[in-house]
């Protein structure tokens, strides 16, 4: 498990997918990680219980792997905190104005075959593509 | 809500966290390292993509053969205006960060700095288009 393969990222990804499953049939939901956590933001979301216990799963399952697992733990910081910073901003706007994110309308939007998803998708990962290209050409 | 399904949301939650960390998608840099298609390109993400729209999608095919079952609707939405403006403007912080909410949340209890500048500043992101847009698309 400390050498990181294509493998860990196919294995993760199956995990990824039977979590979103478990917690759709848990909840009846879509359960994206932006609409879980920004709905637990506004005060008349009337379920707020299985957001916050799934975050906080979500939180402990990746400490526990991390102490567990060299390959899971490797973190390679990027970008300048100032930087983190405004890409939070973004990606909190973004994922909420669009109604989802990498896991909402990447893995299960995609996955159900939706339109809105497929085209987000394209969108964000698009235009992620280009402010990569643009940022590590010109500012680094 | 019984306490029950409340544990069943718990290990939903740490079996997403798990395949998160275990994927690599919790370093921005193998995530940079996919979108940087001009550069030293890093197909890992795509592969963590394959598996989980593989399982989710068939999954979902096999859950609604279950009568009684509570599931969301498989529709699309249209494609509005807060879809393209929306998902653009994510891809761009997601470009910035190389990090999206999930793998955010997951380096928060790691407490490591990134996340702890990153994830306030999506709580306000957030925040605000649900005060001025609204919560739902």
Redesign the interface.
Known sequence: MNHYTLWHALIGGILIGLASLLATVLSGKIPGISGVFGRLLVAATPDKAWRGIFLSGLIGGAALSFALWQSAALFRPMRPLVVMFVAGLLVGFGTRLGGGCTSGHGVCGIGMGAKDSIAATLIFVATAMVTVFIYNRMVL | ?KAG??V??????????????????????RV?GF?????AWD???L???????????L??VI?RRFDG????S??????DY?????????????????????P???????L???AL??????????????RF?G???
Do not use: H
């Open positions: 809500m399904k409340l069943l949301f718990l290990a939903a939650g740490g079996l997403f966290g798990t395949g998160l960390a275990v994927s690599g998608m919790t370093d921005p840099a940079i979108l940087d298609v001009f550069g197909p890992a993400l592969f963590v993509m394959a598996g989980a729209v593989g399982v989710y999608g999954g979902m859950l079952l509570k599931l969301p498989a529709g699309s939405s249209p494609i807060r879809l393209v403006i929306g998902s653009a403007i994510f891809g761009v912080g997601w470009g910035l960060g190389g990090f999206c909410p999930g955010a949340l997951a380096n928060l209890g790691a490591r700095i990134e500048f990153f994830v306030p500043a999506m709580a306000i992101g957030m925040l605000l288009a649900q847009f919560a739902d698309r």
